[in-house]
């Protein structure tokens, strides 16, 4: 069974500092996402990543945030001054979807990267 | 009041009951996921569906466009059934290079006793 993987499992970080959050999408998927679940509620969209370059994203998704894809396998959430507000686990997912609505277009998520930020 | 609404939003069961989780929703979509999330945190998406009804196991899906109404149902429940159940729905149309958009409901969370 292919799967997205994520790392680090859990990181602790200082507010005001850099965080880059890592992903490896499944191999031919060219749909990419970032979500947040804020400890207690709901999951959240933050952005979408498509052609090397963000598709949508939230109003969550502000200037602190930016996404990469570096090197054709990684994708990255870069959140550059971190706040105690962005303590959350952050899912990766990744899908084949396509143009249209090809509803056999399902997403796959990873394991998540917790982040606490103190 | 949220776009998508679960119930109930805690269910306790015995060991073999038949439970049913609830999403509706209130606005257009294009299609409906049923995920589960582990007591880790780690999200497995379970069904997709558009219309009418899949079966994957003991797992049961149905929807009812008209109505913005889902049901996952669970036959002869077990204790590793327990976990968090979420409805996410993706949005009517997607981005012009074919993202969507997905709105999650706050889950239900499912204990199974044995």
């Known amino acids: 069974e292919p799967e997205v993987t994520q790392t680090p499992s859990h990181q602790v970080t200082q507010m005001g500092q850099e965080v880059i959050l890592r992903c490896v999408p499944i191999?031919?998927?060219?749909?990419f996402y970032w979500y947040r679940q804020i400890l207690g509620q709901k999951v959240e969209f933050l952005v979408s990543?498509?052609?090397?370059?963000?598709?949508?994203k939230s109003e969550i998704f502000d200037d602190q945030f930016s996404v990469e894809r570096p090197d054709g396998s990684n994708f990255t959430l870069k959140i550059r001054s971190t706040k105690l507000e962005d303590s959350a686990m952050y899912f990766c997912a990744s899908s084949e979807a396509g143009l249209g609505t090809k509803t056999e277009n399902t997403i796959y998520f990873g394991e998540g990267s917790w982040l606490t930020v103190v | 009041k949220n776009e998508v609404e679960q119930s109930p939003q805690n269910l306790t069961a015995q060991e073999g009951e038949f439970i049913t989780i609830n999403c509706s929703y209130s606005v257009g979509i294009s299609a409906l996921h049923w995920l589960q999330q582990h007591p880790g945190g780690g999200i497995v998406s379970l069904f997709m569906?558009?219309?009418g009804k899949k079966k994957h196991g003991r797992l049961i899906a149905t929807i009812n466009i008209q109505e913005k109404h889902s049901s996952l149902h669970i036959t002869a429940s077990h204790p590793r059934d327990s976990a968090v159940y979420i409805c996410?729905?993706?949005?009517?149309?997607?981005?012009?290079?074919?993202?969507?958009?997905?709105?999650f409901g706050t889950g239900t969370r499912l204990k199974v006793l044995a």
């Open positions: 191999s031919n998927h060219l749909y």
């Open positions: 569906l558009s219309s």
């Open positions: 990543f498509y052609n090397n370059e963000i598709s949508e």
């Open positions: 996410a729905v993706r949005s009517v149309w997607g981005s012009s290079s074919g993202t969507y958009k997905y709105i």
